[in-house]
């Protein structure tokens, strides 16, 4: 079985400020691993998605993040912080055996600091 | 704008009823899938259908149902709502149920079950 976990219910930066959400993984098989963002009372919006091919994956608005299968993390990076970037952040797993079944993290709220 | 279109965007219901929740895949996919969230938690699967078959279930209750219809769109069914069931109701779709491919959500349909 797979599962997340994702370190910080809640991360607050300065706009300006790196941000960096931590996500470790746990699967008994090779995983797909995927960041997906959510804004107040809307549905979740891909980030950045990695699937086996190269290690450091970017995504939109300037987030990137890199799949470590020694540390099993999958941490989402972005250099300077924008008051846009304030939501609600989901972390979450999937293997390319059976359904294509997501398991998302407990999510991480992240508030920008004006 | 993912394409995924959900409806009722809200809706209220009294325990025990019966609710029908409805979702239109984006134009060409073929696989939906049903996510429950809660207040404050993660997506949680619910069941994944693929051509009209339902190609995975999660651990959701048989008054949990679901139908997929030969354009794709999707019903999630459930009977005998309870008080636990009031949450944000995701659907989301992918061009095929390979895990590696794109899993797009709509909006969500909200239920209050009172």
């Known amino acids: 079985a797979q599962s997340v976990t994702q370190l910080g219910s809640h991360v607050s930066v300065s706009e300006g400020a790196l941000v960096l959400l931590r996500c470790n993984y746990s699967?008994?098989?090779?995983?797909?691993l995927f960041w997906y963002v959510q804004y107040p009372n809307q549905g979740l919006q891909l980030l950045l998605k990695?699937?086996?091919?190269?290690?450091l994956v970017k995504g939109i608005n300037g987030f990137e993040a890199e799949f470590k299968k020694s540390e099993t993390s999958f941490h989402l990076t972005k250099p300077s912080a924008h008051m846009s970037d304030a939501a609600e952040y989901f972390c979450?797993?999937?293997?390319?055996?059976?359904?294509?079944?997501?398991?998302f993290g407990q999510g991480t709220r992240l508030t920008i600091n004006p | 704008e993912t394409g995924v279109t959900q409806s009722p965007t809200h809706l209220i219901k009294t325990r025990g009823q019966q609710v029908t929740l409805r979702c239109s895949s984006q134009?060409?996919?073929?696989?939906v899938s049903w996510y429950q969230q809660a207040l404050g938690q993660g997506p949680q699967f619910i069941f994944q259908?693929?051509?009209?078959?339902?190609?995975g279930r999660g651990n959701f209750p048989p008054r949990f149902s679901g139908l997929q219809f030969p354009n794709y769109s999707s019903e999630l069914n459930v009977n005998a709502l309870e008080l636990d069931d009031s949450a944000l109701y995701l659907c989301?779709?992918?061009?095929?149920?390979?895990?590696?491919?794109?899993?797009?959500f709509g909006e969500g349909s909200w239920l209050t079950v009172v």
């Open positions: 979450a797993v999937t293997t390319i055996q059976g359904a294509q079944k997501l398991v």
């Open positions: 989301a779709s992918s061009l095929d149920r390979g895990s590696g491919n794109t899993i797009y």
């Open positions: 134009s060409g996919h073929n696989t």
């Open positions: 259908y693929y051509r009209e078959e339902e190609n």
């Open positions: 990695y699937t086996s091919a190269a290690t």
């Open positions: 699967s008994s098989v090779p995983p797909y």
